[in-house]
């Protein structure tokens, strides 16, 4: 079973400062798949950052990064120069190599500040 | 290019009536997905379609909930009969085949009274 926590619920980050969302998985599959979703208050989870198990380095998308440290079985998402439009729930998602439902964690409320 | 499309957005219903959700993938797309968003957690499979056939129905309760993807293309999810618990986000999602991306559509907003 793929299990997914999220233990930061709500987080406030000054407009163009840096925040560090926490997740951490647990699996036993060698092979899986490390997604963050954004879901604004319209409902719509919007994809923004992928990372393979096997993926050598971490994973960059325009402002978001993911710090992948696979022995600790974490994949925290960096958002760097947060912007008003940030302000947003963050899910973090696991996919298995057997199945490819995806597993979410309970999110994190991001309020980015003026 | 579209994204996936649902409908309707909102939909309020009384407890042990019937309710029915439309999605529409992203062209092209195979794999068909979906999700139950219960307020405050994070989304929960459903059921999953490759094509127009049933991959995991597992977490469906199958006495009250069922969907259908005829063509391999459109879908439709239908509650019948709906429990106050019933009352969550409807997520839909579809990917290319079934190792990509999984891209969501809006939701339908469900409220059972």
């Known amino acids: 079973a793929q299990k997914i926590t999220q233990t930061q619920p709500g987080m406030f980050v000054q407009e163009k400062e840096a925040v560090t969302l926490d997740c951490t998985y647990d699996t036993s599959d060698p092979s899986y798949g490390l997604f963050w979703y954004k879901q604004p208050s319209s409902g719509e989870m919007i994809f923004l950052i992928y990372?393979?198990?096997?993926?050598?380095q971490n994973a960059t998308e325009g402002r978001y990064s993911l710090n992948f440290q696979k022995a600790r079985k974490s994949a925290n998402l960096v958002i760097s120069a947060s912007q008003l439009g940030d302000s947003a729930m963050y899910f973090c998602?696991?996919?298995?190599?057997?199945?490819?439902?995806?597993?979410f964690g309970a999110g994190t409320t991001v309020t980015v500040r003026a | 290019e579209a994204g996936v499309a649902q409908s309707p957005r909102y939909k309020i219903i009384e407890k042990r009536q019937s309710v029915a959700f439309w999605c529409n993938p992203i062209s092209g797309h195979a794999t068909l997905y979906w999700y139950q968003q219960i307020l405050g957690q994070g989304p929960k499979l459903l059921i999953q379609?490759?094509?127009?056939?049933?991959?995991?129905d597992s977490q469906l309760p199958k006495d009250r909930f069922s969907a259908e993807r005829l063509k391999g293309v459109d879908s439709t999810l239908k509650i019948q009969p709906a429990k106050l618990e019933d009352s969550a986000v409807y997520l839909c999602a579809s990917s290319l085949k079934g190792a990509d991306t999984q891209y969501f559509g809006p939701g339908t907003r469900l409220t059972v009274l």
């Open positions: 990372q393979g198990s096997y993926d050598q």
């Open positions: 998602a696991m996919r298995g190599s057997n199945d490819y439902k995806l597993s």
């Open positions: 379609f490759q094509n127009n056939g049933v991959v995991d």
